[in-house]
């Protein structure tokens, strides 16, 4: 009898402690990450490498995120967050190689860098030595040089 009533108690001890984590779960999914964490988690000190520049007449940085909601129509790349500080947007992608495929499989981040001085637009990602990922991070930049002209 002692030995049935331990498996009960380990039993249930086990189910309350599977319901407790498994809530603690969903509290860690319902976190809102403020804008400074999700650049740090983008980490944006490696977004190095320029993939595409252009001038643009009359551009304006803070309005980036409702431009690029507005003219990025094609579906080849997900935009998944925008962010603004200064003179540079900072946004995280998911795409896939090649970007025609559907399926989203990976994420990065791109900066739109504006200069005032010369209305420079440039776009910067991260370094790859991958060649089909760099042909796709050139895609990514020239779609959204594209979007924001």
Same mark, same amino acid.
């Given at each position: ?8 108690? +380990? ?35 490696? +977004? ?7 001038? #643009? ?9 409702? #431009? ?14 925008? +962010? ?12 896939? #190689? ?52």
């Amino acid at each position: 009898m002692l030995v049935t009533f331990s498996k009960a108690l +380990i039993h249930v001890a086990t189910a309350i402690d599977e319901a407790y984590y498994e809530g603690k779960e969903n509290e860690l999914e319902e976190i809102e990450l403020s804008s400074e964490q999700k650049l740090e988690l983008m980490d944006i000190d490696k +977004i190095t490498v320029c993939y595409q520049t252009t001038g #643009i007449e009359n551009f304006v940085i803070k309005n980036v995120e409702q #431009i690029l909601k507005q003219n990025y129509l094609k579906n080849e790349f997900t935009i998944k967050e925008v +962010i603004v500080r200064k003179n540079c947007a900072y946004i995280k992608i998911m795409y896939d #190689i090649p970007l025609n495929r559907k399926s989203r499989g990976y994420g990065t981040s791109f900066s739109i860098n504006f200069m005032e001085v010369n209305n420079g637009v440039s776009v910067y990602g991260y370094q790859t030595k991958n060649a089909n990922e760099k042909q796709a991070f050139k895609e990514i930049a020239s779609e959204l040089i594209q979007a924001v002209s």
